[in-house]
């Protein structure tokens, strides 16, 4: 499969800002507070997805890390 450049860039930027998502997930207590953190920490998410795409993927992020799906987390 290849992949035309708008589409790299998109993955690279849905990676970066879920792999520095993460940084928060062990200061949270819930995925509400996760979320909101989040959301509060950084400037932009990736342009091309809706705040609500964007928090059911921290909400799948959060579940992977509580149920011990995440692999590795800096």
Request: charged letters at 30%; aromatic letters at 14%.
């Amino acid at each position: 499969m290849r992949f035309n450049q708008e589409v790299k860039k998109w993955a690279t930027d849905l990676h970066i800002f879920l792999h520095k998502a993460e940084q928060f997930l062990p200061q949270c207590n819930a995925p509400e507070e996760f979320i909101a953190k989040v959301f509060d920490s950084f400037e932009e998410k990736p342009q091309f997805l809706s705040n609500d795409e964007v928090e059911e993927m921290l909400l799948e992020l959060w579940s992977a890390y509580k149920d011990g799906r995440l692999t590795h987390i800096d």
